[in-house]
């Protein structure tokens, strides 16, 4: 059983089109990261939200907590061939991160 | 170094010889962890270490998977008798403490159990 589900798993767009990741549970979370990960490289992480409807914003990403700490969004506006990779959500949960399952995201040019 | 570091980055085996995969983490970091990651999937918990705690084992998916901390340093992740579902990349991490702070990652060890 997933405890954290994200989709889609798959996405591929052109260059300059928006997106929005969704990384969603039936748990509670005291807090929840975003990572990016590129092939042969281990995760990187991008933003930790904390607060229950709290927004980052990290260049053109933008990322929101749920007001119930249960999920998260991870919008990137005008999408770079640069941003393509897996994005991993992952909750905090008694201590230890509860990693997605990961959207691969293929940005074309 | 400057960040986590992880050997051997390939290893290929035979089904049912065992393996050993390095880990050492940033200098300071009193949290490390081990994660498995199937191809193209999210990372799945294996074993978590902090300072002179006992170890979380929890993730571990069978008692063929063992690892030690030395010194509070150097990490070493076994699996005996590895089977082809072993087949995966095993990615460790490392944090100043355990919760709700940064995991900085290895690039990981491929493992291929033919």
């Known amino acids: 059983t997933q405890l954290l589900e994200q989709s889609p798993q798959f996405l591929s767009i052109q260059e300059g089109e928006n997106l929005t990741v969704y990384c969603n549970s039936s748990s509670v979370f005291s807090s929840l990261q975003w990572y990016r990960q590129e092939p042969g490289e281990g995760p990187v992480l991008l933003v930790t939200?904390?607060?229950?409807?709290e927004v980052k914003k990290l260049k053109r990403l933008t990322f929101q907590f749920g007001d119930a700490r249960k999920d998260s969004s991870l919008h990137i506006t005008a999408a770079q061939t640069g941003d393509t990779g897996l994005y991993l959500c992952?909750?905090?949960?008694?201590?230890?991160?509860?990693f997605g399952q990961g959207t691969e995201l293929s940005v074309k040019p | 170094g400057a960040g986590v570091s992880q050997s051997p980055s390939n290893k290929v085996t035979e089904k049912g010889k065992d393996v050993e995969l390095r880990c050492d983490p940033i200098?300071?970091?009193?949290?490390l962890y081990w994660y498995r990651q199937s191809l193209g999937q999210g990372l799945e918990f294996l074993i978590y270490?902090?300072?002179?705690?006992?170890?979380?084992k929890s993730g571990l998916p069978s008692d063929r998977f063992s690892a030690e901390r030395t010194g509070g340093s150097v990490s070493t992740l076994t699996i005996q008798r590895t089977q082809q579902e072993d087949s995966a990349v095993y990615l460790c991490?490392?944090?100043?403490?355990?919760?709700?702070?940064?995991?900085?990652f290895g690039p990981g060890t491929r493992l291929t159990v033919l």
């Open positions: 939200v904390v607060t229950g409807g």
């Open positions: 992952a909750g905090v949960q008694g201590g230890k991160l509860i």
């Open positions: 270490f902090q300072g002179n705690s006992a170890p979380d």
């Open positions: 200098s300071g970091h009193t949290a």
């Open positions: 991490a490392s944090s100043l403490m355990r919760g709700e702070v940064a995991q900085y």
